[in-house]
Structure formats: C-alpha cells, structure tokens
T-cell receptor
C-alpha cells in the first residue's frame, strides 16, 4: 500500500518568511495529492491540492509542486502570518488516502 | 452541497464500556467512508475504510470494529474500551479517486 513521509515534523519561521514542507510517496499509481491544515482541536481542512497531470499549482500565498518521477511533492507558503500557525498534513491517494505524519508550523510575530 | 455529520462531539467513557460513534453523509451517493484516530499532537491513523455498503477494510487490528449498514452511514464500535482508545476520532468521506477527503468535526473520546 501507499506510504507517505513528511518532513520536517516541526518548523518555526519568522513572520513574513517562507515555509516549505516536503512529502514523498511510494505508490506510483497515486494520482491525487491534497494538503490539509489542522488547527488545535479542529478537523483538518483542505487548503490546496494537485493532481498527477499537473506539476505546480498556486493559490495566493500557497503553492504546491509535484515531481512524479521522484515521487515527491511540496507545500510552499510565502509571506507567512501568525494565523498560518497550525499542523499541516500532506496526503496521497489512489484508492484510499494516506497521510503524512504532519508538520507543526509556528510563525513568530 | 455535501455535508458530513459526526456525533457526539465529546464522550467520556469508563474502561470496559462499549462504544458507538456514528457518521452520516448527505448530498452524495456511494461515497468512500473513513474512520481515523488522532492521538494528541500526532498524525492521522487510518482505522477503517469502506467503498460500499457492508464492505469494510481494516487497517489496524485492535478492539474496534466498523460497519456500514446504509450507503451514507458509517459506525465505529467497540465492545470493551481500553485506555489506549482515547483520542480524537474523525470520520471522512470522498468521491472519485482524484477528489479530496472531507472531514467531520470529530469526536473527542476520553477513557477513564
């Protein structure tokens, strides 16, 4: 089955800096790669996703890149703000969804 | 539009008691349904998923079970809860293979 690894587990940046979170997956059949943001005590919420026929997608300050050959994808957050502080999960899906272990992002004001 | 309902929001149960958590989805048919558990400060552990009525795949052997008696209903159960069953339980649904999962609000389960 699919195995997703996510790095780093914790990330601390200064407000205004960029943050990058990286994930690798094992199943080359996976064709859908979402990113979720989870605030403390709440459910994970989808923030951006990318499908296997696309190499990059951007939505305002958030972008995701996908390298199918290397089987890795990354989340980029620019101009970080304190409200970006949360746990971020990557995931990969073919039949079922497999999640990375999460990255706790802290943005210091 | 589609919505997912999960209840209760919080639950405190003694060790050895039974458990039943319910999840229902509205506005879609034949969804894939999932149960996850999240320990404090940890990631999402997939417990069960279902691609159709009566079809349950178990990811982790344990004292929990799942059932899907109706197309849009997914139930997580236990006959006897353990202390280690404490956690945040999330139900989720998805449609086609390249669509996102949508999560319910979760149930915070505390075992005493």
């Amino acid at each position: 089955g699919e195995n997703v690894e996510q790095h780093p587990s914790t990330l601390s940046v200064q407000e205004g800096d960029s943050a990058v979170i990286k994930c690798t997956y094992s199943d080359s059949a996976s064709n859908y790669f979402p990113w979720y943001k989870q605030e403390l005590g709440k459910r994970p919420q989808l923030i951006i996703d990318i499908r296997s026929n696309v190499g990059e997608k951007k939505d305002q300050r958030i972008a995701v890149t996908l390298n199918k050959t290397a089987k890795h994808f990354s989340l980029h957050i620019t101009e970080t703000q304190p409200e970006d502080s949360a746990v971020y999960f990557c995931a990969a899906r073919y039949v079922d969804m497999r999640f990375g272990a999460g990255t706790r992002l802290t943005v210091k004001p | 539009s589609q919505t997912i309902h999960q209840w209760p929001a919080t639950l405190v149960q003694p060790v050895g008691s039974p458990l039943s958590l319910e999840c229902t989805v509205e506005g879609t048919s034949n969804p894939n349904l999932y149960w996850y558990r999240q320990a404090a400060g940890r990631g999402l552990q997939l417990l069960f998923y279902s691609v159709g009525i009566g079809q349950i795949s178990s990811e982790v052997p344990q004292n929990l079970s799942a059932s899907r008696p109706q197309d849009r209903q997914f139930i997580l159960s236990s006959k006897k809860l353990l202390l280690s069953d404490s956690g945040f339980y999330l139900c989720a649904w998805t449609g086609q293979s390249n669509q996102p999962q949508h999560f319910g609000d979760g149930t915070r389960l505390s075992i005493l």
